[in-house]
C-alpha cells in the first residue's frame, strides 16, 4: 500500500514541526515532527507498513481529500505557476514596478510621535531636512515612473492635503490614464478641491473623527475607505449609502496565528524567492529618496532628482524583491515561513507567537 499527498499539498519541515500547506484550499495542517517524518517516507513513494496503514495522520488526511492510498505507487508532479526553468533562474525574472508610493510631504499637525506607535503606517511624518517637491518636479517623477511600468499611484504624506499642487497632480495622473488613490488622515472642508472620482483611504491615526464627520466630508466622492485601530459600529451613519466601507486594522504589537495568511499557488512559489511584501512596490519620500518602504526610511537606495529610474528599480530589486531569507534566524527554519505576515522591516524577536 501506498499513500501520496494531492498535488496542490505541500509538506514543509521546520526545525521542530511541519506543516502541511494546501495552495487550492488556502488551507494548512500543522504536524509533530514524528507525523512529518511519515508523511516525507510516504511521499518519496515507499510502501507502507500495515502499521503506517492504520496511522492516524495518514487516515486523516485521506479522510479530508488531502491525500488519498493505492495499490501501487504514483508519481505526483505538483502544482506550480512556473516551468522547472524559471523556478531554478529566478535571477532572470523581469523587473516590473507596479505600485509607486509618493510622500508629497512630511510634516504632520499630529506629529510623528504617533507614527511609532503603529506599524507600517500608510503615510509617515519624517524630518527629511529639506523642502517639499515642486509640483513640476513631482509631474516629472510620475511620468518616469509610468513610463517605468508602475500603474497605480499612491499619493501620502504627512498630512497629503497640505500639498498644494495636488488637485494638479491628481488631474495631471488622470491624464495619463491612471486613477491615483489618495491617503489622508483627517477628513475635512480641504477635500472640496479633490475630484470626486478619486478614491479616499481615510487613515485615522490619533485623530479619532466621528463616523458623521467624516461622512460630511466625503459625501460627494464615490470610493471611501476608513482604517481604524477600532472600527465603527455596523449601524453607524458611515456606512450608510455603501459608498464609504470601515475596515478595522491590526496593530500589530504581537501577531498570532490568526493573522497567518495561508498562500495559494501563486505566492507560495513566489515567496521561496521574492519578498511579496515589498515586490514591485517604490516608495518615494518627500525629497525624492526611494526607500523599500516607509517602514525601513532609512534604506535609501536612490534618489529620483540624480539618478535614473532603471538604475534605482534595478538596485531594489536585487536588495529587496529578489531573494527572501529573513533576518531573524529563527524564521529560516519556520515551517510557518509561507504564512507568516512577520516582514525584514520587524523584530520577529518582538512579534512572533511560536
Not at 496511522?55 to 505557476?81: C, H, N
Not at 510623528?112 to 509640483?135: H, I, M, N, S
Not at 529578489?322 to 515561513?337: H, L, M, V, Y
Amino acid at each position: 500500500m501506498y499513500f501520496s499527498l494531492l498535488n496542490h499539498c505541500i509538506l514543509v519541515f521546520g526545525a521542530e514541526k511541519g506543516v502541511i500547506y494546501n495552495l487550492k484550499e488556502r488551507k494548512a495542517i500543522e504536524l509533530e515532527k514524528e507525523e512529518c517524518g511519515l508523511v516525507a517516507y510516504a511521499e518519496k513513494g515507499n510502501a507502507l507498513s500495515d502499521g503506517m496503514e492504520k496511522s492516524d495522520t495518514l487516515l486523516r488526511l485521506a479522510k479530508i481529500g488531502w491525500g488519498f492510498f493505492s495499490e501501487r505507487r504514483y508519481f505526483i508532479d505538483k502544482i506550480r505557476p512556473y516551468n522547472h526553468f524559471t523556478l531554478t533562474r529566478p535571477d532572470l525574472a523581469p523587473e516590473n514596478p507596479q505600485i509607486a508610493y509618493l510622500q508629497l510631504n512630511h510634516r504632520c499637525r499630529l506629529g510623528a510621535k504617533e507614527c511609532g506607535k503603529r506599524f507600517c503606517t500608510p503615510c509617515r511624518c519624517t524630518d527629511v531636512g529639506t523642502d517639499v517637491l515642486a509640483l513640476e518636479q513631482w509631474i516629472d517623477i510620475a511620468e518616469r515612473l509610468y513610463h517605468a511600468g508602475v500603474r497605480e499611484f499612491i499619493l501620502t504624506g504627512g498630512d497629503v492635503l497640505e500639498y498644494e499642487g495636488l488637485p494638479r497632480l491628481c488631474d495631471y495622473m488622470q491624464r495619463l490614464g491612471v486613477m491615483p488613490v489618495l491617503i489622508v488622515n483627517h477628513a475635512d472642508e480641504r477635500l472640496r478641491v479633490i475630484d470626486k472620482d478619486i478614491p479616499l483611504i481615510i487613515y485615522l491615526c490619533a485623530d479619532k473623527q466621528s463616523a458623521d464627520e467624516i461622512k460630511a466630508a466625503t459625501g460627494e466622492f464615490e470610493h471611501v475607505t476608513v482604517l481604524s485601530d477600532s472600527g465603527f459600529p455596523s449601524g453607524s451613519a458611515l456606512l450608510t449609502g455603501g459608498k464609504i466601507r470601515s475596515v478595522q486594522v491590526k496593530n500589530m504589537a504581537v501577531i498570532d496565528k490568526n493573522d497567518f495568511l495561508i498562500p495559494g499557488v501563486a505566492e507560495f512559489y513566489q515567496r521561496k524567492d521574492r519578498d511579496l511584501c515589498l515586490l514591485g512596490k517604490v516608495f518615494v519620500k518627500s525629497n525624492a529618496d526611494v526607500v523599500p518602504c516607509f517602514q525601513m526610511g532609512g534604506n535609501k537606495v536612490g534618489n529620483l532628482l540624480d539618478d535614473s529610474v532603471r538604475a534605482i528599480i534595478h538596485s531594489l530589486s536585487e536588495k529587496y524583491w529578489k531573494g527572501n531569507t529573513p533576518k531573524d534566524a529563527g524564521c529560516i527554519s519556520c515551517e510557518w515561513f509561507y504564512a507568516c505576515p512577520v516582514c525584514k522591516g520587524m523584530s520577529a524577536e518582538k512579534v512572533c507567537p511560536l
